[in-house]
């Protein structure tokens, strides 16, 4: 239902000033314009906590709570007060979670609602742990976390080898694959062992 105002407009003619001489056409349209009054059409919107009638029907709503701060915009669609989306309306639903600060909601009519402040604690989002693996052993996951939410690293833990030749080069690398699976390679031409030192970090 459109929001209308078609009331018609009475102009009324007041008397000239008594003392009014004709000088130039600009004095009179001055004049003229001066002593012609419209009637008060009163106020397009009404603003009130309690539930506009009769009259004021025609009229939009700005509804107040209780402490006279605004909580929208209604119209009169012929049965019930109806209310309006904002001008800045953003998709309906919730944004954020109990992890984040603070999470809020949107309902359908662009009214924003932010929850109460939630306070981000390592331990609850976040899983750190360190340890040992061997050659083709597997970096375990933090409890609760899946792989995809993780990130880890392996660095040079204990080195065993045995070989004659002192005087070759040995290039010891520790890696682990996508899998968490860890490989320790060039300890003593095959002939030895090694142990990796890992830490994997899990965040949700």
């Not at 309306?89 to 109460?116: C, H, K």
């Not at 052993?137 to 392996?154: A, D, F, H, N, R």
């Not at 065993?160 to 690398?173: E, L, Y």
Request: include cysteine; aromatic fraction near 8%.
């Amino acid at each position: 239902m459109a929001i209308t105002n078609n009331q018609a407009l009475t102009l009324t003619a007041d008397p000239l000033t008594v003392s009014f001489c004709h000088t130039s056409l600009q004095d009179t349209h001055e004049e003229f314009a001066n002593k012609i009054t419209v009637p008060n059409i009163g106020a397009a919107f009404t603003a009130s906590e309690s539930t506009p009638t009769g009259t004021d029907n025609d009229k939009l709503w700005l509804k107040l709570n209780g402490s006279a701060v605004p909580i929208g915009w209604y119209y009169w669609d012929g049965s019930a007060w109806t209310e309006t989306s904002v001008p800045f309306t953003a998709p309906t639903g919730s944004y954020g979670t109990t992890s984040q600060i603070p999470s809020v909601t949107v309902d359908a009519n662009g009214r924003i609602t932010a929850a109460s402040n939630n306070t981000l604690t390592a331990t609850d989002n976040v899983a750190i742990l360190t340890g040992t693996v061997s050659n083709t052993g597997t970096i375990p996951l933090p409890s609760g976390y899946t792989e995809g939410q993780c990130k880890w690293m392996v660095g040079v833990g204990t080195i065993t080898a045995s070989h004659g030749d002192h005087n070759s080069n040995h290039n010891v690398t520790f890696t682990a694959d996508s899998s968490r699976v860890v490989t320790t390679s060039g300890i003593g031409a095959g002939i030895g062992s090694g142990v990796a030192n890992y830490i994997i970090i899990g965040v949700k």
